[in-house]
């Protein structure tokens, strides 16, 4: 069960809402997990984002995704892996990722690797984010004050 509720409402809304799941009802002991709301990026942020850099592309005379893949290392939410360097599926764990870059580990014997997450994952601050790095990359060189009205009513989502 999802449950997206107030800090206020959680109790009200739980009972109200736990009777519609027998099974959950049944269980000995149940896990709950609470988390902060953070909303989603919206499809109009994406479509923005993709339009701009298709400019970009056009631009520096290379593809929309080498772009994507340059603005998600500059601007983009990242986490780290590390994982034993004798691993023997390494290949496999990196196909797993589209876009991530191997790196000198501190550790002995471990590979860190530094994964970019792609922005379908983001939620509207980090999109904006990204979206904001990508403008600034734009500044001076690449026109995109036709993008100006979305881009004032999309970066406040």
Same mark, same amino acid.
């Given at each position: 069960? &999802?449950? @997206?509720?107030?800090?206020?409402?959680?109790?009200?809304?739980?009972? &109200?809402?736990?009777?519609?799941?027998?099974?959950?009802?049944?269980?000995?002991?149940?896990?709950?997990?609470?988390?902060?709301?953070?909303?989603?990026?919206?499809?109009?942020?994406?479509?923005?984002?993709?339009?701009?850099?298709?400019?970009?592309?056009?631009?520096?005379?290379?593809?929309?995704?080498?772009?994507?893949?340059?603005?998600?290392?500059r601007y983009?939410?990242?986490?780290?892996?590390?994982?034993?360097?004798?691993?023997?599926?390494?290949?496999?764990?990196?196909?797993?990722?589209?876009?991530?870059?191997?790196?000198?580990?501190?550790?002995?014997n471990v590979?860190?690797?530094?994964?970019?997450?792609?922005?379908?994952?983001?939620?509207?601050?980090?999109? @904006?984010?990204? &979206?904001?790095?990508?403008?600034?990359?734009?500044?001076?060189? &690449?026109?995109?004050?036709?993008?100006? @009205?979305?881009?004032?009513?999309?970066?406040?989502?």
């Amino acid at each position: 069960m &999802i449950l @997206k509720t107030t800090p206020q409402n959680i109790y009200k809304d739980i009972g &109200i809402n736990l009777p519609k799941y027998p099974k959950l009802l049944e269980s000995e002991k149940l896990k709950v997990e609470i988390k902060t709301y953070k909303p989603k990026r919206s499809l109009n942020q994406n479509a923005l984002m993709w339009a701009i850099m298709e400019d970009m592309a056009k631009y520096y005379k290379t593809t929309a995704e080498e772009i994507y893949k340059l603005m998600l290392q500059r601007y983009g939410v990242h986490d780290y892996l590390g994982i034993p360097k004798n691993t023997k599926n390494l290949d496999k764990i990196l196909e797993t990722f589209s876009h991530y870059e191997i790196q000198e580990s501190t550790l002995e014997n471990v590979t860190r690797i530094k994964v970019y997450l792609g922005s379908s994952t983001y939620d509207t601050k980090e999109m @904006k984010r990204l &979206i904001d790095g990508i403008i600034s990359e734009c500044e001076g060189k &690449i026109d995109i004050e036709y993008y100006s @009205k979305e881009l004032k009513s999309l970066l406040e989502e």
